[in-house]
């Protein structure tokens, strides 16, 4: 069974800078999540999407952050502009979806982003 | 505030003994719990899932639950170097609910 993908590995962008990651979660995943990772730190939620809706965006900075998955499946996250504190691991991970407290989350390589 | 608590580590550990991982939490309905291995560089990848009080062994590791006391350990018996990593305690507090994540306890086996 293929596992969680994720493009590009590696990414260094200038500040003011956009860019975009993508994921493609295990097939049959209903949930989506985004990650992102400062060394030294555990996972921050982004966003969450069950199918192609958004469950929980909370600490996704929406001014400069945004995340879509428009048919449910794989999704791209953006960031425009880009500030040098966005340097970080972006992560993506996937589940069934499933209620009850057992769905288990599964995660990309993530993607490593350099702002200078 | 619901919040998770690991020890930032060195956990330094010789080879061949048990590595001793704790967690605590504040959220007493707290439902799931999960432990994930992170090796610098990568991603975090599930090494155990637990549910109800008590432990539950999976070959070399052991977890244990303890809801009375919020508490979660995992137990790595014959401890080897590929241990050596980033251990990541989450929880989910109730069904419905994001995994809320430790800081991590980073680990050294020594040969």
């Known amino acids: 069974e293929a596992g969680v993908a994720q493009s590009p590995r590696y990414k260094i962008i200038e500040k003011r800078q956009s860019v975009a990651f993508w994921c493609n979660p295990i097939?049959?995943?209903?949930?989506l999540y985004w990650y992102q990772q400062i060394l030294g730190q555990g996972p921050k939620l982004l966003i969450q999407f069950q199918n192609n809706g958004v469950v929980d965006d909370s600490q996704l900075p929406k001014d400069r952050f945004s995340a879509e998955r428009l048919k449910g499946v794989d999704s791209t996250l953006k960031i425009q502009p880009a500030k040098l504190e966005d340097s970080a691991v972006y992560l993506c991970?996937?589940?069934?979806?499933?209620?009850?407290?057992?769905?288990?989350?599964?995660f990309g390589p993530g993607t490593r982003l350099t702002v200078l | 505030q619901k919040e998770v608590e690991q020890n930032s580590g060195p956990l330094s550990v010789p080879e061949g003994a048990i590595a001793s991982l704790n967690c605590t939490y504040s959220?007493?309905?707290?439902?799931?719990f999960f432990w994930y291995r992170q090796y610098s560089g990568k991603s975090p990848e599930l090494i155990m899932s637990?549910?109800s009080n008590g432990d539950k062994e999976d070959g070399r590791f052991t977890a244990q639950l303890n809801k009375a006391s919020q508490y979660v350990s995992l137990l790595i018996r014959d401890s080897q170097p590929s241990d050596s990593a980033t251990y990541l305690c989450a929880l989910r507090p109730n069904s419905n609910y994001q995994l809320i994540w430790g800081a991590g306890t980073k680990l050294i086996i020594k040969p």
């Open positions: 959220d007493r309905g707290s439902q799931s």
């Open positions: 637990i549910y």
């Open positions: 097939s049959g995943h209903a949930t």
């Open positions: 991970a996937s589940s069934l979806g499933v209620s009850g407290g057992t769905d288990t989350q599964y």
